[in-house]
């Protein structure tokens, strides 16, 4: 595969897994011929797919010849509107093993060709982030649709809850979460927790990090204050087909915000390593 292709087309869409509950994504493709690969782009906790670095990734992403698609987990908490949490609800009910389903279904729909006029890319890819991460990982062990792997600031357990929230499942069914850029205190139903708990060898992600077996880049910020650098090396060294790298200086959004105000050093570096890793691991031929 080639370096930049030029300009992408940029198409919005919807699709419904069989639980009924609705997906809105993003499609990007080169404007020019069709592509031979893809790549899903999954969000992390409290995250969506238009927020602060994601266009501008899956622009880049498409600029290199891949079909792009984008996605919000389906009880993500974002409506119609996109950019907003509208339905703490539905974030109040989702779950990690809900996520898992969501991504494999995405997964299977590119290799059907529903995004690329029916003509399915020969290799798929994923990039997640944070805990979008953490289950991309667990979808590469799972899934043989999966050809190469990207995680940024991913994860390396699921279990990250004080026991004051341990606390509040018990005794009321429910924890809240403050969303520092929103102000809203977000639900967060003990669905979630029992999910976890019922799936445990499953949602094991440094277990499955063992199995994956596709061509993996784990890319972290040195100085990432939510997830820490260590989750990264624990990554790394659990998982044979991972590289790593570390990105001196950055943080958890590689320093993006929202609404976004350009790219950063740390994200350019990101973003080219990861272009980078899906060039290199789409030349692979099948089973190399």
Known sequence: MAGMTGPSIHERGET???????????????????????????????????????????????????????????????????????????????????ELEDLRWMVDRMHAGDWSDGTAPESVGLLGHSRGGGTGVIAAAEHQGISALVTWAAVATFHRWSEQHVADWRSQGVTWIPNARTGQEMPLYRTLWDDLNDNAVRLDVLAAAARVRVPWLIVHGSDDPTVAVAEARRLHEAGPASSLRVVEGSGHTFEAVHPPRGTTPGLTAAVDASRRHFRNSFRRPPGA
């Open 16 to 98: 419904t897994p069989p639980h009924g509950d609705v997906i809105r994504l993003d499609v990007r493709r080169p404007a020019d011929g069709k592509p031979r690969s893809g790549v899903l782009v999954a969000h992390g906790f409290k995250g969506f797919k238009d927020w602060g670095f994601f266009p501008y990734l899956c622009e880049r992403l498409a600029q290199d010849g891949h079909l792009v698609v984008s996605f919000n987990f389906s009880l993500n908490g974002t409506g119609p509107d996109l950019l907003e949490f509208t339905d703490l609800d539905a974030f109040g009910r989702n779950t990690l093993s809900r």
